[in-house]
């Protein structure tokens, strides 16, 4: 399974950025999916994800109303839309896939077995 995190890059605040993850070797489709960030000096953290099968979505309560997570079927790639975007949302933003098919997403870090390289996000004030 492989993840590739584009789309990042600079923004001032109040802007936008949209993030995309395509996989190979993983239908996302039937697969619980998320994207993570981390800080400088923080945990990572899981922000968004979306149940594979279903759409059931979570979203970390400092993006909601911000962020929208989605995916592409037919193209097999995850998407972060973030708007509104703050100083605070600066962070590697990473992709990730749950160790399984046909699952839900988790809030559980370790439910995460397939990881991309992740991708860079500033937010300027």
């Known amino acids: 399974v492989q993840l590739v995190e584009t789309g990042g890059g600079q923004a001032q605040a109040g802007g936008s950025l949209i993030l995309a993850c395509a996989a190979s070797?993983?239908?996302?489709?039937?697969?619980?999916m998320g994207w993570f960030r981390q800080a400088p000096g923080k945990e990572r953290e899981l922000i968004a994800a979306?149940?594979?099968?279903?759409?059931?979505?979570f979203y970390k309560d400092s993006v909601k109303g911000r962020f929208t997570i989605s995916r592409d079927s037919a193209n097999n790639t995850l998407y972060l839309q973030m708007h509104s975007l703050k100083p605070e949302d600066t962070a590697v933003y990473y992709c990730?896939?749950?160790?399984?098919?046909?699952?839900?997403?988790?809030?559980?870090?370790?439910?995460?077995?397939?990881w991309g390289q992740g991708t860079q996000v500033t937010v300027s004030s």
């Open positions: 990730a896939a749950r160790d399984s098919s046909n699952s839900p997403y988790s809030t559980r870090e370790n439910d995460y077995a397939w």
């Open positions: 070797g993983r239908t996302i489709s039937t697969t619980g």
């Open positions: 979306i149940s594979g099968v279903t759409i059931y979505t």
